[in-house]
């Protein structure tokens, strides 16, 4: 079993910045893809970023150039930079992990920390 833990989450100004940190625990040395998700309020689910251990990526058109996704194998921790942040990526950010070395649907979760950009 995979634990993910989110944190740094918060409130910023619109244009300000964040970075969001997530840690693995349990069997975290099976897991190979981990990623964000977000959700605001009124709308679906989705992906923001994910990273596969070899170090590839894939982003969200809304977050090209804007956020960077990172990962510490060595600490199982994957991390969010967002830069530019604006009032549309209010949401609640989840923290994904999956076995599996591919941008699919991910298979553990983690609570969710919720981040709102507003003036």
């Known amino acids: 079993q995979v634990r993910l833990v989110e944190s740094g989450g918060g409130l910023v100004q619109p244009g300000g910045s964040l970075r969001l940190s997530c840690a693995a625990s349990g069997s975290a040395f099976s897991i190979n893809t981990m990623g964000w998700y977000r959700q605001a309020p009124g709308k679906e689910r989705e992906l923001v970023a994910a990273i596969i251990r070899r170090g590839y990526t894939n982003y969200a058109d809304s977050v090209k150039g804007r956020f960077t996704i990172s990962r510490d194998n060595a600490k199982n921790t994957v991390y969010l930079q967002m830069n530019s942040l604006k009032p549309d990526d209010t949401a609640v950010y989840y923290c994904?992990?999956?076995?599996?070395?591919?941008?699919?649907?991910?298979?553990?979760w983690g609570q969710g920390t919720q981040v709102t950009v507003s003036s």
């Open positions: 994904t992990g999956d076995t599996a070395a591919t941008f699919g649907s991910p298979t553990y």
